[in-house]
């Protein structure tokens, strides 16, 4: 009768079978990434140069933008970078709404204008875009779902923060500390109004809803992780800013502001919180802990 018994030859067909699909599957993956990160990188710097010429962004805030972009589109995948792209876009267009209106409320209080430098960037991008370096190189798939949600939360952050600032400043109404309650001058760290805060509330949701709305399959609690998670991170950024940001006080002027020189020209003295501790660091820490929030919202839900 036979020699070779006709399970062996089964087996010995079905695994090499088994594991050219595995490698083939592998390395479509591997060689998906490389092109998105070509398109990453001429969407990214396609975008930087329209934004330095309506100067949305300075220089460095061009290099910087075109590294964050490349990153997250190449890592993360299109919803990733559409959803980075809304942050953006969104936030410039507030930034130049009625800028001559904020320039003359509140334009003296803000280290930096609405040109976004390389600072800003790393400040607003630079947690979100280590989340997508993150969940590119994962091979867990609770790992990038995780990774996911921290990735959400720290844009939703950025967004809220920025959307906040951008509304709240041409409030009607004085801003009130955070930490008291006492109103205060437009534009001062750590204060919050009404709109602004409604405004930050609308841009967390916004942020999480346009990455759900673009990712197929992706989970239905994600605008709602955004839109705690955003809130979250742009109240911690009010508390920083009450509290432990460096503020300097112009002795010609009689004004607090973020500014080591005033717009006057008079160099400033400190009046209150850490000196190394300036508006771009309280930012990154206010992504930092939207990001975290999310990140702990998504595990809880899962676990």
């Known amino acids: 009768?036979?020699?070779?018994?006709?399970?062996?030859?089964?087996?010995?067909?079905?695994?090499?079978?088994?594991?050219?699909?595995?490698?083939?599957?592998?390395?479509?993956?591997?060689?998906?990434?490389?092109?998105?990160?070509?398109?990453?990188?001429?969407?990214?710097?396609?975008?930087?140069?329209?934004?330095?010429?309506?100067?949305?962004?300075?220089?460095?805030?061009?290099?910087?933008?075109?590294?964050?972009?490349?990153?997250t589109f190449g890592l993360g995948g299109l919803s990733w970078g559409l959803s980075l792209i809304f942050f953006f876009v969104s936030s410039s267009a507030l930034s130049h709404f009625r800028a001559s209106a904020k320039a003359a409320t509140a334009a003296d209080k803000f280290s930096k204008g609405s040109q976004r430098d390389l600072g800003q960037v790393i400040a607003n991008g630079g947690i979100a875009t280590l989340l997508a370096l993150g969940y590119g190189l994962s091979r867990s798939t609770r790992q990038q779902s995780l990774l996911e949600a921290g990735y959400i939360g720290a844009l939703a952050t950025a967004t809220a923060d920025t959307w906040g600032t951008e509304v709240g400043v041409l409030s009607a109404q004085a801003p009130r500390l955070i930490t008291t309650g006492r109103p205060t001058a437009t534009g001062t760290s750590g204060g919050i109004t009404l709109p602004g805060t409604i405004a930050s509330a609308a841009g967390a949701f916004a942020l999480g809803l346009v990455f759900w709305l673009l990712k197929r399959g992706s989970s239905l609690t994600l605008p709602a992780i955004a839109l705690l998670s955003g809130l979250f991170g742009s109240l911690f950024d009010s508390l920083l800013g009450a509290t432990v940001q460096a503020i300097y006080y112009c002795p010609t002027c009689a004004k607090e502001t973020e500014r080591r020189v005033h717009n006057c020209g008079t160099p400033t003295r400190a009046l209150r919180g850490i000196g190394w501790l300036n508006n771009d660091i309280v930012n990154f820490l206010s992504t930092l802990s939207g990001a975290v929030l999310a990140l702990l919202l998504r595990w809880g839900l899962r676990s």
């Not at 594991?19 to 990188?41: E, H, V």
């Not at 710097?45 to 934004?51: F, H, Q, R, T, W």
Request: aromatic share 8%.
């Open 1 to 71: 009768m036979s020699v070779l018994p006709i399970p062996f030859k089964r087996r010995c067909f079905t695994r090499p079978r088994a594991s050219y699909a595995s490698g083939f599957r592998l390395s479509t993956a591997f060689n998906q990434t490389p092109g998105r990160l070509i398109g990453g990188l001429l969407l990214s710097s396609a975008i930087g140069l329209l934004a330095y010429r309506r100067r949305s962004l300075s220089r460095s805030g061009i290099a910087g933008a075109v590294a964050t972009g490349t990153t």
